[in-house]
């Protein structure tokens, strides 16, 4: 098990020419899956709404009255969802967000008698620790890296470079399957540009 120390939260993050505010810090793994769970909730629901309300515009009189029920019925579900998410996680639609890993595990995920990998985080064993966004970030940018080069047979130095950087500093076998368990996330918002 690899366990890796860095910087602590910054209040400020900029991403693809986006700047970001820190909202919210969200404590343990029960509680970062559950916002996770929310978030994905809210996201249905917004788009199943906005779908209903493209086909009310487009509908035959005839059909408009059952669609806009739908929507009335997807909305009332999803305002106090929103309500919700905007009162623990200080969560706006007019924002777009980050959730960033600052306390997180990687977990190498057990196989089943005929090799699979088993989705079941409990049978999972630890393979590495990040504690600070900067190492977590790393093994991203490397996971990355290696996955836009592919199988690319005249880059294979350079893949054999990544396999090798990944496994040595973070213990990642890419021929295994990992779960990342976020155990502290940071919530960042969008800030308008000027």
């Known amino acids: 098990m690899i366990k890796i120390v860095s910087q602590g939260i910054p209040q400020r993050l900029v991403r693809d020419n986006q700047a970001y505010h820190l ?8 509680a970062n899956t559950q916002f996770m769970q929310n978030l994905q909730v809210v996201a249905q629901q917004r788009r199943a709404l906005e779908e209903l309300r493209a086909k009310t515009e487009a509908a035959p009189a005839a059909e408009k009255a059952a669609l806009e029920s739908q ?3 997807i909305e009332a579900r999803l305002k106090p969802n929103l309500e919700f998410m905007a009162k623990t996680y200080a969560y706006s639609v007019q924002h777009n967000y980050l959730l960033v890993p600052v306390q997180s595990a990687l977990l190498l995920k057990a196989n089943d008698e005929t090799g699979k990998p088993v989705e079941d985080e409990a049978k999972a064993t630890l393979a590495a620790e990040f504690f600070g966004t900067e190492a977590y970030e790393e093994l991203q940018a490397l996971r990355q890296r290696l996955a836009t080069l592919g199988g690319d047979a005249s880059k294979q130095a350079e893949i054999d470079a990544l396999k090798k950087q990944l496994s040595e500093k973070f213990g990642f076998d890419t021929g295994s399957s990992y779960f990342l368990q976020v155990r502290k996330g940071a919530l960042y918002a969008s800030i308008p540009e000027a």
């Open 71 to 73: 929507a009335a019925q």
């Open 23 to 30: 909202v919210a810090a969200i404590e343990g793994a029960a």
